[in-house]
């Protein structure tokens, strides 16, 4: 688990034992890990610009992958933004911004984008066939050096390291929402994920100023595993007409110490993401307490996912922060 401490910083590094520890400190980072200077990004999603947002503030040459330009405009759209709440904020200069948004170039061609990658981190559809697929391509494609690394919310590395012929340099390395503020990385790792890549998953967190924290392959890992069924729960209580929307998420706010609630909280995660991580939970653990809400499936099927569409349980106006519960959930 990574510890930032001031004015030394400092990772301490769990064994798959669970037994022993080792700390890693600044002036021990290994030379594989400076060497780590092109990342591509698979996927202009709120995820991926977000990845890419952060890389390029710390540095790093970026490559941004979508197929489609359109995707990649608005994504450098969204980035140059965001960069400019932190230049408004005082946490960033114009010129920082800048030289940040130079080191950004977009790609709709793979092979190109990866070409000299030190670095891939997959943001694309939380889809198992999709992934897969794209890893078969990233195994043929990036440099024999490069570390393959996953922002999946909840699907397995193993599974995804399985289908490369490089299972010890794959590894997940999920950002939480929204990437540039949020401090927590989950480093997951597959059951064949070497100890090295590990390491320099780890000592990278330290330059991008995150907290790392070292997990293990199962469903959910753990940010998932905890969250999704609050958030499932959540939705009976409203589907069995317990309470309301907003006295819901007033209830886990005020009386929970949230600062947001659990349907406002899966509105903003996107609710086929939800519904697409707890099925990924029920079917790796096999049990029913993780099956989706019938409300939630229904949603989502209709098309109404949260802030992506403008209305979930709570209903989000173009080109405004306001929002109000959903006409349908109201009294």
């Known amino acids: 688990m990574v510890r930032n401490t001031k004015p030394k910083l400092e990772i301490v590094q769990h064994t798959r034992s669970f037994k022993t520890s080792k700390r890693i400190t600044p002036n021990r980072l290994s030379q594989d890990f400076y060497s780590m200077k092109n990342i591509t990004v698979?996927?202009?999603?709120?995820?991926?610009n977000g990845i890419a947002h952060l890389f390029a503030q710390q540095g790093f040459a970026v490559s941004l992958v979508d197929l489609s330009p359109e995707q990649l405009s608005m994504?450098?759209?969204t980035i140059s933004k965001n960069m400019d709440r932190q230049v408004t904020k005082g946490t960033l200069s114009e010129s920082q911004k800048m030289a940040a948004l130079?080191?950004?170039?977009?790609?709709?061609?793979?092979?190109?984008a990866v070409v000299q990658a030190d670095l891939v981190v997959e943001a694309a559809t939380e889809n198992l066939e999709i992934k897969l697929e794209l890893f078969r391509q990233l195994d043929q494609l990036a440099p024999a050096t490069a570390v393959l690394a996953s922002n999946t919310s909840s699907i397995s590395i193993t599974q995804i390291a399985a289908v490369t012929k490089r299972p010890a340099q794959v590894i997940g390395m999920h950002f939480m929402?929204?990437?540039?503020?949020m401090k927590l990385v989950e480093v997951i790792q597959g059951y064949a994920t070497s100890a090295e890549t590990t390491s320099q998953i780890m000592q990278l967190a330290l330059q991008l100023d995150k907290v790392a924290v070292e997990v293990q392959d199962y469903p959910g890992f753990v940010a998932n595993r905890i969250l999704m069924p609050m958030i499932n729960e959540a939705i009976y209580t409203l589907?069995?007409?317990?309470a309301g929307v907003s006295e819901i998420d007033t209830v886990m706010k005020l009386g929970m110490a949230h600062p947001m609630g659990p349907l406002q909280l899966a509105d903003f995660i996107g609710l086929d993401v939800c519904l697409s991580i707890l099925s990924v939970l029920q079917e790796g653990f096999g049990n029913p307490k993780y099956a989706p809400c019938p409300l939630l499936r229904t949603m989502?099927?209709?098309?109404f996912k949260g802030v992506k569409t403008g209305e979930g349980f709570y209903c989000y106006p173009a080109g405004t922060k306001d929002f109000t519960v959903s006409s349908r959930f109201s009294k």
């Open 42 to 48: 698979i996927g202009s999603g709120t995820m991926g």
């Open 75 to 77: 994504a450098l759209t």
């Open 102 to 112: 130079q080191r950004i170039q977009t790609h709709t061609d793979l092979a190109m």
């Open 177 to 181: 929402n929204p990437v540039p503020v």
């Open 239 to 242: 589907f069995e007409g317990v």
């Open 300 to 303: 989502v099927a209709a098309g």
